[in-house]
């Protein structure tokens, strides 16, 4: 039986159970991590040598990193919907997902989510936060270009691509913070809403890490 490791508000676990839920695979899901602990244990460090979330054991294959867990289940159990035998069209996803992880991510989730939200208010740093905020609206607006002609991120269907960057949303949209005026970004983020896997797994509240930068 698949096991997955994650606290529900972390950012990266949330990604996973999206897809093990879109996949319908069997599960157990082991809270870590947060004020769950878990993450320094000699059993857990022999499995993610970095001691972070998510973690999946599926069957004995032990892997950690988000997008390589992504990418492993889509490859081991996704079929050719999420994992195509063609390199090019799997290439389609790829690239959304490195993306998210190299650009938005940092300029979101570091600049913005950390900086802002998870920063206790005296110690935030507001111009570098204005800063942040300014790169995610100039990301933001560049994805409602790309999905002014294409319902999902890599194109007519749901895919990997949609995952990362999806997942960002939730939050995106849950902040105070200035926001550029994106229609097709905000259809998208209603399609993904419709999605079960979606609504249980990202739409997590993320209140519980208001103000902590403690993990
Ligand atoms: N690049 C890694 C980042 C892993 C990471 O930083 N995970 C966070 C949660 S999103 C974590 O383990 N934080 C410590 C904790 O939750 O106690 C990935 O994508 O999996």
């Known amino acids: 039986m698949l096991r997955v490791w994650g606290r529900r508000s972390s950012f990266n676990l949330q990604k ?3 897809l093990v839920d879109e ?18 244990t000699p059993e857990f460090r022999a499995m993610n040598p970095h001691g972070r979330v998510p973690v999946i054991d599926d069957g004995g294959v ?8 992504l990418r492993y289940l889509a490859a ?4 050719e919907q999420y994992w ?16 998210s992880g190299t650009t938005l991510q940092p300029d979101f ?12 208010e005296g110690r935030r740093d507001n111009a570098a936060v204005a800063r942040s905020i300014g790169r995610c609206s100039a990301h933001f607006r ?5 999905l002014a002609d294409r319902p999902f991120l890599g194109g007519d269907a749901f895919s990997l691509a949609d995952i990362p960057a999806g997942t ?5 949209y849950g902040l105070e913070i200035d926001r550029p005026n994106v229609l097709n970004v905000e259809a998208w983020y209603r399609r993904l809403q419709e999605r079960p896997a979606y609504a249980q797994h990202v739409m997590v509240p993320f209140g519980e890490l208001y103000g902590r930068l403690d993990f």
């Open 76 to 79: 081991r159990h996704g079929g």
């Open 23 to 40: 996949l319908g695979l069997a599960h157990e899901h082991i809270l870590a991590g947060g004020d769950h602990g878990g993450l320094d």
């Open 16 to 18: 996973v159970m999206w």
């Open 109 to 120: 989730l570091t600049g913005v989510f950390w900086g802002f939200y998870r920063t206790p």
């Open 168 to 172: 960002a949303l939730y939050r995106y």
């Open 142 to 146: 560049l994805l409602d270009r790309i």
């Open 84 to 99: 195509s035998p063609d390199a090019a069209t799997r290439s389609l996803a790829d690239r959304w997902m490195d993306w």
């Open 62 to 69: 032990v892997v950690w990193e988000s997008h390589a867990i």
